[in-house]
């Protein structure tokens, strides 16, 4: 006996959840390098 179930639901969130990943883990980079760039300025002051 054997059972289907259908992961198509799951597979489309996966796959949206690694895109939201990958967006966010862009946008930590971003921050990171605007605050390093601010940090090396405020100690040029």
């Given amino acids: 006996m054997s059972s289907c179930v259908d992961i ?19 946008l930590m980079q971003d921050r990171t390098n605007a605050l390093s760039v601010t940090n090396a300025r405020l100690q040029e002051e």
Wanted: glycine share 0%.
């Fill in 8 to 26: 198509t639901d799951f597979k489309r969130c996966q796959v949206a959840l690694q895109a939201k990943h990958e967006d966010l883990e862009c």
